[in-house]
């Protein structure tokens, strides 16, 4: 089973601030990798898909990045809607999701 | 517009039983593959299970394999997830969700959810 660490746990940051996330693969994923957003009480929502490819109506300021075992999210300019948590998945070998960062307000 | 709802959730004893039900509406249900992502309170995310677009194919998670059964009924676009032998830590929201597809060829990301159904299983 391919794993997927997510750094840092929780990230503080201010609107304005640009957020970058960090998500580690125990083996290479190829660029078979996605991120999601989720807000409380919500269903996670698809962000990026294949490493750096936004989905449909994600804003530009969500940019995703990384091939094989390291790959970043991140948010040019944190808008108030964007505090949530943020989870990474692959698709190289069935799926499995990393564990989450929270993005808070600082 | 894309919707999935699930049903069926509750409550249940450990080793019961429970199944789980998806109507899906807004898109071309019989085109696409489907699946099943589980939280647990104030956990992460889990994949359960996939299934093909026309019911032929199906894979599982380890964690459920043997004990759950996903099967899907294209005329009602309707996706289920029958459960069985439940376990205290199958205690979770259960999202039905679409894979997404590029030129009919799944990408197995997940483009679309329900708000998920509760699964409780406790004593």
């Known amino acids: 089973e391919i794993v997927l660490t997510q750094s840092p746990a929780t990230l503080s940051l201010s609107p304005g601030e640009r957020a970058t996330l960090s998500c580690r693969a125990s083996?290479?994923?190829?660029?078979?990798l996605g991120w999601y957003q989720q807000k409380p009480g919500q269903a996670p929502r698809l962000l990026i898909y294949?490493?750096?490819n936004r989905a449909t109506g994600i804003p530009a300021r969500f940019s995703g990045s990384g091939s094989g075992t390291d790959f970043t999210l991140t948010i040019s300019s944190l808008e108030p809607e964007d505090f949530a948590i943020y989870y990474c998945?692959?698709?190289?070998?069935?799926?499995?999701f990393g564990q989450g960062t929270r993005l808070e307000i600082k | 517009e894309v919707q999935l709802v699930e049903s069926g959730g509750g409550l249940v004893q450990p080793g019961g039983s429970l199944r789980l039900s998806c109507a899906a509406s807004?898109?071309?249900?019989?085109?696409?593959?489907m699946t099943w992502v589980r939280q647990a309170p104030g956990k992460g995310l889990e994949w359960v299970a996939n299934i093909k677009q026309d019911g032929t194919d199906k894979y599982y998670g380890d964690s459920v394999k043997g004990r759950f059964t996903v099967s899907r009924d294209n005329a009602k676009n309707s996706l289920f997830l029958q459960m069985n032998s439940l376990r205290d830590e199958d205690t979770a929201v259960y999202y039905c969700t679409r894979v997404s597809s590029v030129a009919a060829t799944p990408q197995y990301y997940f483009d679309f959810w329900g708000q998920g159904t509760l699964v409780t299983v406790s004593s």
């Open positions: 998945q692959q698709r190289s070998n069935w799926i499995t």
């Open positions: 294949d490493a750096s």
């Open positions: 807004g898109f071309t249900f019989r085109s696409y593959w």
């Open positions: 083996q290479s994923v190829s660029s078979y």
